[in-house]
Nanobody
Framework: QVQLVESGGGLGQAGGSLRLSCAAS????????MGWYRQAPGKQRESVAF??????RYADSVKGRFIVSRDNAKNTLYLQMNSLKPEDTAVYYC??????????WGQGTQVTVSS
């Protein structure tokens, strides 16, 4: 079955960095568009970064601070988070979407940024 397993979350300090990973299994990883979403308490889930074969887009709130990358050989998606802010505190979810419409979510990893 399809599994997206996030790791790398935890406690970070404002101005610091964290790196999230998403290990995918059960899918042909290279054929999927991949993204990171986040959901803060009391807020809707929002897109953080999304990458396809031809483009990558970021939420305005993370542009210049976060970098999404993927290693198709390792079936892994990454999110390098720099210059962390307390407002980056959220549960971060990995997302995989195929051109056919099939889509999958990870279980999420908590990121907490202290000021």
């Amino acid at each position: 079955q399809v599994q997206l397993v996030e790791s790398g979350g935890g406690l970070g300090q404002a101005g610091g960095s964290l790196r999230l990973s998403c290990a995918a299994s059960g899918i042909t990883f290279s054929t999927f568009h991949m993204g990171w979403y986040r959901q803060a308490p009391g807020k809707q889930r929002e897109s953080v970064a999304f990458t396809t074969r031809v483009t990558t887009r970021y939420a305005d709130s993370v542009k210049g601070r976060f970098i999404v990358s993927r290693d198709n050989a390792k079936n892994t998606l990454y999110l390098q988070m720099n210059s962390l802010k307390p407002e980056d505190t959220a549960v971060y979810y990995c997302y995989a979407q195929h051109e056919t419409g099939a889509a999958y979510w990870g279980q999420g990893t908590q990121v907490t940024v202290s000021s």
